[in-house]
């Protein structure tokens, strides 16, 4: 994990840091919101690397709520599309959403497809080095 924060951190392309890291007091205002528990990778990437902006993809932040890319309101339109409420959305993309699992291990949702099985990675680690860095 370590490594791939650092990586990230010298990638990051927001010279002018307009995200912020969230606290663990915002975490719960947006578990309270969810009405779900964050799994703990989710929680240490937003800790830790929720303000870097990299590449073409935008995983979701949790401090702005006027962000597109906002954790409780991506969850909601994701929910409303059909994507099942056990799956917390982390980044929109193609029409659906990679999603990360109450389990911890990170996969694709399309709505006409479902959840995409050919797209699993283990961890949100795992995401962020086999697809957020290579996008």
Same mark, same amino acid.
């Given at each position: 994990m370590n490594?791939i924060?650092?990586?990230l951190?010298?990638?990051?392309q927001?010279?002018?840091?307009?995200?912020?890291?969230?606290d663990?007091?915002? +975490?719960v205002?947006?578990?309270?919101? +969810?009405?779900l528990?964050l799994?703990?990778?989710?929680?240490?990437?937003? +800790?830790?690397?929720s303000?870097?902006?990299?590449?073409?993809?935008?995983?979701v932040?949790?401090?702005?709520?006027h962000?597109a890319?906002h954790?409780p309101?991506?969850?909601?339109?994701?929910w409303?599309?059909g994507?099942?409420?056990e799956?917390l959305?982390?980044?929109e993309h193609?029409?659906g959403?990679?999603?990360?699992?109450?389990e911890?291990?990170v996969?694709?949702?399309?709505p006409?497809?479902?959840?995409?099985?050919?797209y699993?990675?283990?961890?949100?680690w795992?995401w962020?080095?086999?697809?957020?860095l290579?996008s």
């Amino acid at each position: 994990m370590n490594e791939i924060v650092e990586e990230l951190r010298e990638k990051n392309q927001d010279r002018f840091a307009s995200m912020e890291l969230p606290d663990e007091d915002d +975490l719960v205002i947006v578990q309270e919101q +969810l009405l779900l528990h964050l799994p703990m990778d989710l929680k240490d990437f937003l +800790l830790t690397v929720s303000d870097v902006v990299y590449g073409a993809i935008t995983p979701v932040t949790v401090t702005d709520e006027h962000a597109a890319s906002h954790l409780p309101e991506m969850a909601s339109v994701a929910w409303d599309r059909g994507m099942p409420r056990e799956y917390l959305p982390i980044c929109e993309h193609l029409g659906g959403y990679y999603f990360i699992a109450q389990e911890g291990y990170v996969s694709l949702w399309l709505p006409a497809v479902g959840v995409d099985k050919q797209y699993h990675w283990d961890s949100m680690w795992d995401w962020c080095e086999n697809v957020w860095l290579k996008s």
